[in-house]
């Protein structure tokens, strides 16, 4: 009880700060996942029907992923110096597979006849993937998108470690100092708004996805 | 000649047009005549509009040894149904899509309107060709207008245009607009699904429909009013209709003519549905065909101009019943007729009952419970006569008149005929080729 009563001291002391940070960490989420979308579909629409191409860029977006964090975030530091960057480009090659996986899955969902019966009525082929095939897919794309926008949500707080901004400061700072006033709860702070970031960018997504999608598409 | 398709009498079903079968049959007997031949009738002057001609296509897919279609000649005229029918496998639906190019022919050549379109856009191709298929494909994401609008969009009409065009397909499926319209495809069953697939292909109203078994997943009720409606459908429109289906009874119900596929879409025979079942050229056909083509050959046959009806004796409340009986032994029948006063056959009165003198009222004898009325056909007749208590099925004018019975002799004699001038046609055509 102590414990919750001294960290809503701690950050109704420094709201602004602590808003900052929370705004930096987003910042470096939606660029990923905006960068990471756009990619990661129009690979996925190239791939989706070159079995080759595509078993390849599949695994080696499952092999980025199985990188450990912080080796793929120091990796990046020789070539772009520290900073938020380097946090930027490993993040980015983890949110490649879940849009990738799930955007060939949405393409490959789509019923043949509906396919079929596009061309049959006379659409050409981008016709075809505007009008049905990427809409068609959309909802599993989309569920990509969401889970590749928590899964940086969460890893964006290593950011610290290669001099990035974001949550991950309150944390890491908490973790120095641990067991000097306020150390607890700085890595509290650091924890529960990452995790209340995660929440509402999905929240915004799901939103986003309602609208995006007809009443014929949902259950 | 035998006497025109009339598809009403096939399903027993609301009458059709008979004039515009009788043109086609006039048609038939002049030209298909001289010009069909089992492998597809080769072009002539005398030809009826010719709407579709595939000229030696082949369709070899890539890896295979046999080809799918090998050197397929067909001709399909305007307004026209043709069915294609044949065993699983033969090349049905591959030669349907080769018309609109869902696949590249490898050899031959295909006609529209005597247009060579074998390299033609096929985009712009196909929102010429409304195009049905078994698994209908509607678009889930869309409504029911949105799916009927597809191609009307892609022309370019104007919104107003589209909106109305879009409530009179509804109307003319048979789904009433205001319900529906603003649907999606998950909100319909399986047979309103696939009366918005037809209005969608006919969507920007094309001259040319390809059907593949569109009725093929249906419950076989549902089927059977479908078949039916589209065919009132298409007795207004008059599209022109490559249809294929693996059911010969369907074939027979929606073609106008049929051509009969083996291996490879190779034709066994092409010809209107009562020719083939007079007379299928060979085994194969005769096979395929099934049991009881004689019997489904009945309705293609009616009950007038062609069947001479007989007289048979009729009596009415009153008469002498020794002058009635006297009547049916001149006619050597074991019956007599009685007709009331407005002349309508009703009831059957044995003339055993009359030979005693037994005063003959409303009453006497049994109900006439089987008539069928002129233009009937020969199997409604066969079936009267199956459960009419003389063995011989009354045949009624419009106004329920008495008009005279067919006999078994009849349905005996009008087959055999069929069968004559079916066989004497392809010697005809033997001898002239
Ligand atoms: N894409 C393809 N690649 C290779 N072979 C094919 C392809 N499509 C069809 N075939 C072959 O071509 C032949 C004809 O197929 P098609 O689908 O035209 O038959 P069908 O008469 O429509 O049969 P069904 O009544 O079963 O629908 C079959 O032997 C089939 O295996
Ligand atoms: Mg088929």
Redesign the interface.
């Known amino acids: 009880m102590d414990g919750i009563i001294s960290w809503i001291d701690y950050i109704s002391g420094r709201p602004d700060e602590i808003l900052e940070t929370t705004w930096d960490h987003a910042k470096i989420t939606l660029i990923v996942v905006v960068s990471a979308t756009v990619f990661s579909v129009l690979l996925g629409l190239f791939v989706q029907s070159r079995p080759t191409l595509r078993a390849l860029s599949l695994s080696l977006a499952g092999i980025f992923l199985t990188i450990p964090s912080l080796a793929l975030f120091a990796i990046f530091i020789p070539i772009v110096g520290i900073g938020n960057e380097p946090a930027i480009y490993a993040l980015f090659l983890y949110a490649i597979l879940p849009i990738l996986r799930n955007t060939v899955t949405g393409l490959d969902s789509v ?1 043949s ?12 082929t981008t ?1 075809q993937l505007l009008q ?1 095939r990427i ?2 897919a959309w909802p599993v794309i989309m569920a990509g998108v969401r889970i590749s926008s928590l899964i940086t949500v969460g890893i964006a707080a290593i950011a610290v470690l290669v001099g990035g901004d974001g949550l991950g400061t309150y944390i890491q700072g908490g973790l120095t100092r641990l067991g000097l006033p306020n150390s607890l709860e700085s890595v509290w702070t650091g924890t529960v708004f990452t995790v209340l970031l995660g929440l509402v960018l999905d929240l915004v997504l799901a939103t986003f996805q309602r609208f995006t ?5 949902r259950l | 000649m035998a006497r025109p398709p009339d598809r009403s009498a096939r399903t027993a079903l609301p009458t059709r047009d008979r004039t515009r079968d009788r043109r086609m049959s006039e048609n038939a007997d002049t030209t298909l005549e001289q010009n069909e031949s089992t492998t597809g009738g080769a072009p002539s002057p005398g030809d009826r509009l010719r709407k579709i001609r595939l000229e030696e296509v082949e369709k070899r897919y890539p890896g295979t040894k046999q080809p799918a279609v090998a050197s397929l000649t067909l001709d399909v005229h305007e307004g026209e149904i043709l069915v294609l029918v044949g065993p699983s496998g033969c090349g049905k639906s591959t030669t349907l899509r080769l018309i609109n190019r869902m696949i590249e022919p490898t050899g031959g050549r295909i006609f529209l309107d005597d247009e060579d379109v074998t390299k033609a856009n096929p985009d712009k191709l196909r929102r010429r060709i409304g195009y049905v298929i078994q698994q209908i494909g509607l678009f889930p994401h869309q409504t029911i207008a949105q799916n009927i609008a597809t191609v009307p969009k892609m022309l370019g009409w104007d919104k107003n245009r589209i909106t109305g065009r879009i409530d009179e397909l509804l109307s003319v499926v048979g789904l009433d607009p205001d319900t529906y319209r603003g649907r999606y495809p998950k909100e319909l069953s399986g047979g309103q699904a696939q009366r918005v697939g037809v209005a969608r292909a006919l969507g920007a109203d094309p001259e040319i429909m390809l059907m593949d078994e569109p009725f093929g997943a249906i419950d076989p009720i549902t089927r059977d009013r479908l078949q039916n409606e589209f065919l009132r459908v298409q007795e207004d429109l008059r599209k022109t209709i490559v249809f294929v289906t693996h059911d010969i009874d369907e074939a027979i119900k929606m073609g106008d003519r049929i051509a009969i596929l083996g291996e490879q879409s190779v034709i066994r025979q092409v010809d209107t549905p009562e020719r083939i079942l007079a007379f299928p050229v060979d085994d194969f056909v005769r096979d395929f065909i099934g049991e009881g083509s004689t019997l489904k050959g009945l309705h293609f046959e009616t009950v007038d101009e062609h069947v001479k009806l007989e007289p048979y004796p009729t009596m009415h409340v009153g008469d002498t019943p020794t002058d009635a009986a006297a009547r049916a032994s001149e006619a050597n029948t074991d019956w007599i007729l009685l007709l009331d006063e407005q002349d309508h056959p009703i009831r059957w009165v044995a003339v055993g009952d009359l030979e005693r003198g037994e005063a003959v009222t409303a009453e006497s004898g049994s109900e006439v419970a089987a008539k069928v009325s002129l233009g009937a056909t020969l199997f409604e007749a066969l079936e009267q006569m199956l459960i009419s208590e003389a063995a011989v099925s009354p045949v009624v004018r419009d106004d329920g008149s008495f008009y005279g019975v067919v006999r078994l002799t009849h349905l005996n004699r009008a087959i055999r005929r069929a069968r004559l001038e079916a066989r004497e046609h392809y010697e005809s055509l033997e001898a002239t080729s």
Do not use: D, F, H, W
């Open positions: 019923p006849a509906v396919v079929e019966s596009a061309k049959g009525m006379g659409m050409n016709r049905i809409p068609l999608t007809t009443k014929g598409q």
